[in-house]
């Protein structure tokens, strides 16, 4: 074991005087103004030579190409950090950044594929439009991402001093699975319960916190890395810049150990997960823009805020930050030694395949589609047709490719263990690596070092709909069992 060095960061992502194209939803959106900033955190821990850089950006989620970009730049920078060991994951806040090389917009593939079914004179018309000199463009955006969180990985490495660490746990209800099962064995994402034919929620909730805190040589506490299952999507239909409620717990742990005190958002696995209680289902304040959610026979409860709107964002927030001060208050010991290690694998899971009668299917429904329209078609369609342009999108690639290979992280700090994955993974997975691991705390991050969209169980997929259907995501159920064993050895073989 050897003496900890850590260092933090926190760089603000906050475009000054520029609005952005906002990323999460069907319908293309243009930021009006900032709710709360939107940043990026980095930790830098060293020990014995080792290495562990993780970077939290609020962000809905982490490109490859932007992966490459920021550790590029930082091997200019400074080649004594091994870029290999860097992590970039994302909150996944739907009121930031829609970032990428190409001026197309955030799914643009399957409105690629609407538009060619489509008359010339009928094609996709967005809801919102960059335009303008007060607008970051995508590429724009890449641009200033990528130099921005190289810049907090620069700072956090470059601030390492003799630091300590100890751990917490609290519970907090944050997550609550948003999918609806019916009797016909068919399922959706933000179902409507008030039906006879609702059966049951897909899956459950898991409402453990893990924390790590470090301190300086002093014993005062310089930060918090917290996991939390919960993708931080509350605010996820407005139209300005927010951290969600993320924010919000920085804002209320400032409170308490002032301005210098760093917060690492780390989310864990949330693919099937929401901050809404489907059951106690609360409108939002005003309407949402999102096809999937229709509540015909809207009954008000007692129940949380809305979780659509900033009030949610702060009672989650409170919740988080409570159960955090408690832990810290709890902390009987802190240890400026640990046994750190850290592997970065890359793992090939099998790209999900359609069959030629699910493709025919899907040009059929295409077709139709198109000879009934009578003008110009828009997100609500885009939605609409998403599987089935998904559905051809995935013929066309599996002609091509086999498996898709993607970046996973594995590291220990002390008793605890690290995992990562570039996925929305459902939670199912994530409570199999969990339970089957042999540390005795793990910290799990989805969304990072890549794009892997949504990993469903089997269970979802015959379920159908947003979420679970191959248009979601690149990889199956199959790829997300081979993710949990190869996570469970790898984390296994460090604690040997």
């Known amino acids: 074991m050897g003496k900890l060095m850590v ?13 952005i194209s906002l990323a999460g939803q069907f319908a293309e959106r243009i930021s009006e103004y900032v709710e709360t900033p939107v940043t990026v955190t980095a930790l830098a821990v060293e020990s014995d030579g080792e290495s562990l850089i993780m970077c939290s950006c609020d962000l809905v989620s982490i490109g490859k190409a932007l992966v490459k970009d920021v550790r590029d730049i930082v091997a200019k920078e400074c080649p004594e950090i091994d870029t290999d060991k860097i992590i970039i994951s994302a909150t996944h806040t739907h009121t930031s950044f829609v970032y990428n090389r190409k001026e197309s917009q955030t799914m643009g593939s399957t409105k690629e594929i609407l538009n060619r079914f489509l008359p010339e004179e009928k094609q996709y018309v967005p809801k919102a439009v960059l335009k303008g000199d007060d607008v970051m463009t995508p590429a724009q955006a890449a641009d200033f991402l990528a130099e921005r969180i190289a810049k ?14 100890a751990q917490g746990f609290g519970r907090a209800a944050i997550g609550m699975n948003r999918r609806v099962c019916y009797s016909d064995g068919s399922a959706k994402m933000w179902g409507d ?10 899956g459950g909730n898991d409402s453990g916190i893990e924390m790590l805190f470090f301190y300086d040589e002093n014993e005062k506490i310089t930060g918090a890395a917290i996991n939390v299952c919960c993708p931080s999507q509350i605010v996820e239909h407005r139209h300005f810049i927010s951290s969600d409620y993320w924010g919000k717990v920085k804002i209320l742990l400032r409170e308490q150990y002032g301005e210098d005190f760093f917060v690492l958002a780390l989310g864990g696995p ?7 209680d489907l059951i106690r289902w609360v409108n939002g304040e005003t309407p949402v823009d999102d ?17 659509f709107d900033i009030k949610g964002t702060w009672k989650a927030g409170k919740r988080i930050a409570r159960e955090v001060i408690d832990a810290i208050e ?7 030694e640990a046994l750190l290690k850290h592997n970065k694998y890359i793992i090939d899971l099998p790209l999900r395949r359609v069959t030629p009668n699910e493709y025919e299917m899907a040009v059929e429904a295409m077709e139709k589609f198109a000879s009934k329209v009578t003008d110009h078609v828009n997100f609500v369609d885009n939605a609409k047709m998403h599987v089935h342009a998904g559905t051809i999108l995935r013929y066309e690639r599996q002609h091509k490719q086999n498996i898709v290979p993607y ?12 995992a990562t994955n570039p996925f929305e993974l459902f939670l199912d997975f994530g409570n199999q690596i969990r339970a089957r691991s042999r ?28 979420s679970a259907y191959v248009t979601s995501g690149k990889v199956g159920h199959e790829g997300g069992d081979m993710l949990v064993r190869k996570s469970v050895e790898e984390i296994n073989k460090m604690f040997e």
């Open 7 to 19: 260092g933090w960061s926190e760089v603000s992502i906050t475009p000054d005087n520029k609005r």
């Open 152 to 165: 907090a990985v620069l700072d956090a490495w470059n601030s390492r001093k003799a630091g300590k660490y």
């Open 193 to 202: 319960v008030n039906t006879a034919t609702f059966t049951e929620l897909e």
């Open 270 to 276: 949330g693919g099937d997960q929401c901050p809404r």
């Open 291 to 307: 096809p999937n959610i229709e509540r015909p026979d809207y009954i008000e409860r007692i129940a949380d805020p809305s979780m």
């Open 330 to 336: 709890e902390v009987t010991a802190t240890y400026d």
């Open 407 to 418: 970046e996973i992280h594995i590291a220990r700090l002390g008793n605890m263990a690290i």
């Open 439 to 466: 540390a005795k705390q793990t910290i799990l991050v989805q969304l990072a070092c890549d794009s892997g969209s949504y990993l469903p169980t089997a269970k979802a997929e015959k379920g159908g709909h947003y």
